[in-house]
């Protein structure tokens, strides 16, 4: 990975997708896309929620012109597994692929996973709720690796 100029931060928040989207080339299947409606504007709210934590400026928009903005994060959902259910155990996960951009320019990228057995009542719980735990850790690990980069 490659470490991020000095001054980078600096030039305003990190644009990053209100909703992040699913890699049209991904593994995801058909029916976590038309159940689980929401696991890509929670990744948002989350990595949001994390680097405010951090104190990384971030601001969710819902377009982004990656050749020009002077610091943007692509983030695409490229997997998501979710299998078993309530009754007999969750297995689910989920990974992202982040890239850190300057005016088109890769500066640093990444590739995260999680996963989770659904925690706590989990056998109470269905199969988008459990992703949605994956995406707040997900959403964690983005701003994390975002803010050592802009360190």
Not at 50 to 67: H, R, W
Not at 122 to 128: D, E, L, P, Q, R
Request: charged share 20%.
């Amino acid at each position: 990975m490659a470490a991020i100029a000095p001054g980078l931060a600096a030039a305003g928040p990190t644009l990053v997708p209100a909703n992040v989207p699913y890699d049209s080339e991904g593994v995801v299947p058909e029916n976590v896309v038309r159940e689980c409606t929401r696991l890509g504007t929670k990744i948002a709210t989350f990595t949001k929620q994390y680097a405010d934590k951090n104190g990384t400026p971030v601001e969710l928009v819902d377009e982004i012109d990656f050749g020009t903005a002077p610091s943007a994060l692509r983030v695409e959902i490229f997997n998501v597994v979710s299998s078993g259910n309530a009754f007999i155990g969750h297995n689910k996960s989920m990974s992202v692929r982040v890239e850190l951009l300057s005016g088109g320019e890769v500066k640093a990228k990444t590739s995260i996973s999680r996963n989770s057995m659904g925690g706590f009542g989990a056998g109470f719980k269905g199969s988008c709720s459990v992703l949605g735990r994956v995406t707040k850790a997900l959403g964690q690990d983005i701003a994390d690796w975002l803010s050592q980069q802009q360190r």
